[in-house]
């Protein structure tokens, strides 16, 4: 992949190069063009570039509905990347395809944010715990970071005021909005940031049981909250062992859960049959939304980062109740 990659990359250079030497009065519209990977990066600058958005291309890379952990760039996407003023991405695992990309942009100038190294010490180790079913694949190899960052609204307070300043770097003359506009988001982040506190201060269970991928580890640090899970956020697996649906069972029974918790998408097969597994009546599903796999018709549909957070707190009173 990575072979393609810089032959794509390579290819593109050399045609750009031609491109601004045939025609040098075919400049560009002046626009500061910016690239995100994920929905939440997207939306994040949406909102700090305020009525500046006509000064700006903003793209979003996967808005095909594919998942940050199965994505793989087009050659379109890298001819946009290697020419963007601004570029935004994770930093995790299932980046690792940018180092390429990057090594052999058109436009050196560009601004690129990696949102693990911005959050540094705050950023999290996947975590592997009791009952997950791990990877076939995986041994004792070195932890990899936990690249759902977006799900903590305090991680999304800190990159909404460190990508406001990056904007104001590349566009002084925007500086002053940009800043305003992050300052009166990051208050909306933090307001919904104490309702999840509240709602999870007063819920008498503090355990959440995700029949599906967990990628909420960010999310439950937070707020103190405990879990169980069949995979890890980053897993590739979608079929449960008989030993994790049958632990996954055990431990609804012996905490007393109503719920279980699966992510937007999926089947619900795993969290059927661990409830069946279970011999309980009357219990229910919760459906967290982790934003993996915002698509461009749900963003003209209206799709919006604090709506879904909101929602997903929702969800989450339900899955503690």
């Not at 909420?216 to 649906?245: H, K, P, Q, V």
């Not at 699966?262 to 089947?267: K, R, Y």
């Not at 661990?274 to 459906?287: A, F, K, M, Q």
Request: hydrophobic share 40%.
């Amino acid at each position: 992949m990575k072979k393609i990659i810089s032959i794509i990359l390579c290819v593109i250079a050399v045609i750009s190069l031609f491109s601004s030497c045939s025609s040098p009065d075919a400049a560009d519209d002046g626009k500061l063009k910016i690239v995100a990977t994920v929905f939440p990066q997207y939306d994040w600058v949406k909102n700090i570039l305020g009525d500046r958005s006509v000064n700006a291309d903003l793209t979003l890379l996967l808005d095909s509905g594919v998942d940050l952990h199965s994505y793989q760039p087009t050659a379109d996407d890298l001819v946009k990347i290697s020419s963007c003023d601004m570029f935004i991405y994770v930093g995790g695992e299932s980046d690792e395809w940018v180092d390429d990309a990057l090594a052999q942009a058109v436009n050196k100038d560009m601004t690129v944010i990696n949102l693990l190294e911005v959050l540094g010490e705050s950023a999290k180790d996947e975590e592997i715990k009791e009952g997950m079913q791990a990877e076939k694949e995986e041994g004792g190899e070195e932890a990899e970071k936990d690249e759902h960052v977006w799900l903590s609204l305090k991680n999304a307070a800190v990159l909404c005021g460190y990508i406001a300043g990056k904007l104001g770097e590349k566009d002084p003359e925007g500086r002053a909005v940009y800043s305003a506009n992050a300052d009166a988001y990051i208050e909306k982040l933090n307001a919904l940031d104490s309702l999840y506190k509240s709602a999870v201060d007063g819920a008498a269970n503090k355990t959440l049981l995700f029949c599906d991928r967990f990628p909420f580890r960010y999310l439950a640090d937070d707020y103190g909250l405990d879990y169980y899970a069949a995979f890890a956020g980053c897993s590739a697996e979608s079929e449960a062992s008989f030993e994790t649906i049958t632990f996954l069972a055990g431990k609804l029974k012996t905490l007393g859960l109503k719920n279980v918790v699966v992510l937007e998408g999926g089947s619900g097969k795993i969290a059927s049959t661990v409830i069946s597994t279970s011999g309980l009546d009357g219990i229910g599903t919760v459906t967290l939304n982790s934003m993996q796999s915002v698509t461009a018709q749900d963003i003209e549909n209206g799709a919006d980062y604090i709506d879904i957070m909101t929602q997903n707190l929702e969800g989450l009173k339900t899955a503690l109740s």
